[in-house]
């Protein structure tokens, strides 16, 4: 539905505790939709620390989750090549000239080739029997393969090399080139004087109203020619409690927009106080952008999923998990969080390494446990040792925290 721009302009809300693969849904979701559709992530602490309004980092984001694709007719030269001839003069300083012979099915033509061609075809290791393809208007050169003719030759080709049909019909075509930007790098570009290259200067700074208002006039019209069409992405707002009523206001107004994406936000608050004023709300955001919101509820892990999440990680992560240590990790992972058993994998490897096992065992687990506290140990700690702390407060921290004794993971 992302893709086809079906639920553009909606908003969904990824709410439940920590540790229940909120933002791992969303990274999952940007792999999937692919470079084709723009998915944009913003942290809400973040626009509280850049240098330009809230308001406008929020617009930025959105126009960055927003594609446009662009569609060019250009001409092409595609053909196989027969022959390449190379003048190369003794005097120094004089440029080399030289000729292409390039072949279809049907017809055969010769072209003169200039210094920069030639040291194209040259880079780019192009002989007898390769298929081509030179864009007129730059001048790039694009190797296709080689042809099916020559797919007996394996000491010229090698044997990873890409075999193709020789092209048939015209030797010069008329090919269609698909671009797929988004609104805020055309901000970008026609904002600033280095025009593309203000892209990778980091900090683009804010962007005028009439800019943007120029662009979205421009699209439209290429709209209407059909030159271009709008592809809603995604955007991703984590911890988005953290935003204030100003932003809230913003992002209500914003949804209503004809180009507005898919907005995807994360919290794990419960009812708390909306920032910026006095009043309690569930999830910490306004009653009128609830309403717009389809929330989902996310559920802790079940054993078994801790299990699989456990071994992917220590598989990414070169670790040889014995059967035992994975099924007390897994109970780890239960008793306290899977972000905590996570972390006690790349440990546990260590402490196997320093007594030269090559897998992990229980025993190596059971150290780096001991040796690394949970939150519930933490605080169980500093309840036992408070008068040693400073700036203690006991009671509202495990009234809080509603911790009970024991390593019950450790027993398991």
């Not at 959105?62 to 001839?85: M, N, P, S, Y």
């Not at 995807?264 to 419960?270: E, I, L, S």
Request: charged share 25%; with cysteine.
């Amino acid at each position: 539905m992302v893709r086809d721009g079906r639920i553009a302009g909606r908003a969904v809300l990824l709410a439940g505790q920590p540790g229940t693969g909120k933002t791992a849904i969303a990274m999952g979701m940007a792999k999937a939709l692919g470079d084709e559709t723009p998915f944009a992530t913003l942290a809400s602490s973040e626009i509280f620390s850049m240098e330009m309004s809230k308001t406008e980092a929020l617009t930025q984001a959105f126009r960055r989750a927003v594609g446009v694709r662009i569609k060019e007719e250009t001409k092409v030269i595609e053909g196989e090549v027969v022959e390449i001839e190379v003048d190369r003069p003794a005097a120094g300083g004089v440029p080399r000239t030289g000729k292409v012979t390039l072949k279809t099915t049907e017809m055969e033509t010769v072209y003169d080739l200039g210094t920069k061609m030639i040291e194209a075809l040259d880079r780019d290791k192009v002989t007898a029997g390769d298929v081509i393809q030179i864009d007129k208007a730059s001048g790039k050169i694009t190797k296709l393969g080689r042809s099916f003719a020559r797919s007996r030759d394996f000491d010229a080709a090698g044997p990873s090399a890409r075999f193709v049909a020789c092209p048939d019909g015209e030797l010069e075509k008329q090919k269609q080139v698909v671009h797929v930007v988004t609104l805020h790098e055309i901000d970008v570009i026609n904002s600033r004087a280095q025009g593309f290259l203000a892209l990778f200067a980091g900090d683009t700074g804010e962007i005028r109203p009439e800019v943007r208002e120029q662009i979205d006039s421009k699209v439209a019209e290429w709209r209407e020619e059909g030159k271009a069409e709008v592809v809603p992405g995604v955007l991703f707002i984590d911890e988005v409690h953290m935003l204030d009523i100003e932003c809230f206001s913003f992002l209500n107004r914003a949804l209503e927009q004809a180009t507005a994406p898919l907005l995807v936000c994360a919290t794990n608050r419960g009812v708390s106080t909306v920032r910026g004023t006095q009043y309690r709300s569930p999830h910490g955001l306004p009653i009128d952008l609830l309403d717009r919101m389809l929330i989902i509820h996310t559920q802790p892990y079940s054993e078994d999923d801790i299990r699989k999440i456990l071994a992917i990680r220590a598989e990414e992560e070169d670790v040889d998990l014995e059967g035992d240590a994975l099924t007390m990790l897994t109970r780890i992972g239960q008793e306290t969080s899977l972000r905590y058993s996570i972390q006690l994998i790349t440990a546990a490897h260590l402490a196997a390494a320093r007594r030269k096992a090559a897998t992990v065992g229980v025993e190596d687990v059971g150290r780096v446990y001991s040796l690394f506290l949970d939150v519930k140990r933490s605080t169980l700690m500093m309840q036992e040792y408070a008068d040693q702390y400073m700036y203690n407060e006991i009671g509202p921290i495990a009234a809080e925290a509603g911790l009970q004794g024991g390593d019950a993971a450790m027993q398991a």
